[in-house]
């Protein structure tokens, strides 16, 4: 389930809007894999969901620490 209120970060000239996770809501098969350490994240673990341009189809989970350090581009 998606908590935080909505913001828009830029990394690197590209503008993402970011919105953290409880990570509660999911399935209890669900799992992401965060693409900057490419760890999974399972269900229960808040982090942080971010999307450029493309909307929610370009939508990747990040481990929130991972988020600070990532400076893009998503693939």
Same mark, same amino acid.
């Given at each position: 389930m998606?908590? $935080? !209120?909505? +913001? @828009?970060e830029n990394? +690197? $000239?590209v503008e993402y809007t970011v919105q @953290?996770?409880?990570g509660n809501a999911a399935e209890d098969t669900k799992t992401w894999t965060c693409p900057f350490c490419r760890i999974l994240i399972s269900k229960g673990t808040p982090h942080?969901? !971010?999307w450029d341009e +493309?909307?929610?189809? $370009?939508? +990747?989970?990040?481990?929130?620490?991972?988020?600070?350090?990532?400076? $893009?581009?998503?693939?």
């Open positions: 998606l908590y $935080g !209120a909505k +913001r @828009t990394k +690197r $000239g @953290t996770h409880s942080v969901v !971010a +493309r909307g929610s189809d $370009g939508r +990747r989970h990040f481990h929130s620490e991972c988020w600070k350090k990532f400076q $893009g581009p998503m693939l």
